[in-house]
């Protein structure tokens, strides 16, 4: 039977240490500044700008929303705007809804195409 099955030998494996712990520390830690760098520190930088570009709006700026829809603001509160999207037709939306505020006169030119 020993002829079909081939022993198996232990092999001297690595020694159970690991590694040095300082240059694992560094390791993570450079891991950490990598991730600060290229993903948090964008998103908080583009979070701050949206913030800033909500408050600065008021009546009658012409926006854009998320959902893509065009209008200019009518009424604002503190959670809330609400725009006109067309003559007498009013929608409110949250004022995080709001992607990008346009130009005057957008509108009108949308409307000529």
Known sequence: MSLLITNAY???????????PI???????GMIAIFYFLLIRPQQKRA????????ALGKNDEIVTNGGMLGKI???GEQY????VANGV???VQRQAIATALPKGSIKAADKE
């Open 81 to 84: 705007i609400t725009l006109e």
């Open 10 to 20: 232990a092999d001297a494996g690595a020694p159970a240490g690991g590694g040095d």
């Open 90 to 92: 009013h929608v409110k």
């Open 74 to 76: 009518v009424e604002m």
């Open 48 to 55: 701050k700008e949206h913030r800033q570009m909500v408050d």
């Open 23 to 29: 240059t694992m520390f560094l390791f993570f830690g």
